[in-house]
């Protein structure tokens, strides 16, 4: 079974930048997609970012411009590289891998907070 471990997240500024890292435990094969999700406090989870084993990409409207999803396949890693941050931003991040082999794997999650 594959783990999946995100680091990266943290406190910064309106307008500041992180890069989100999730790590897989061992090399994703196969046709696959990994997905970014978010959920702030009291809000449902949603679909942030995501990148398929042949490197297509899909982002939600609020954060388009501003976050890029890529991959590492020699380090097994997603990352999520995040400018200009917004205050709206603020949320724990999750990453999520399924495909063929894959059926719908989380990882722990990483606390992203945009504040002042």
């Known amino acids: 079974q594959v783990q999946l471990v995100e680091s990266g997240g943290g406190l910064v500024q309106p307008g500041g930048s992180l890069r989100l890292s999730c790590a897989a435990s061992?090399?994703?094969?196969?046709?696959?997609?990994m997905d970014w999700y978010r959920q702030a406090p009291g809000k449902q989870r949603e679909l942030v970012a995501g990148?398929?084993?042949?490197?297509?990409?899909k982002y939600t409207d609020s954060v388009k411009g501003r976050f890029t999803v890529s991959r590492n396949n020699a380090k097994n890693t997603v990352y999520l590289q995040m400018n200009n941050l917004k205050p709206e931003d603020t949320a724990v991040y999750y990453c999520?891998?399924?495909?063929?082999?894959?059926?719908?794997?989380w990882g722990q999650g990483t606390q992203v907070t945009v504040s002042s």
């Open positions: 990148i398929s084993n042949d490197d297509s990409t």
């Open positions: 061992r090399t994703i094969a196969g046709i696959y997609v």
């Open positions: 999520n891998l399924r495909g063929r082999y894959y059926n719908s794997i």
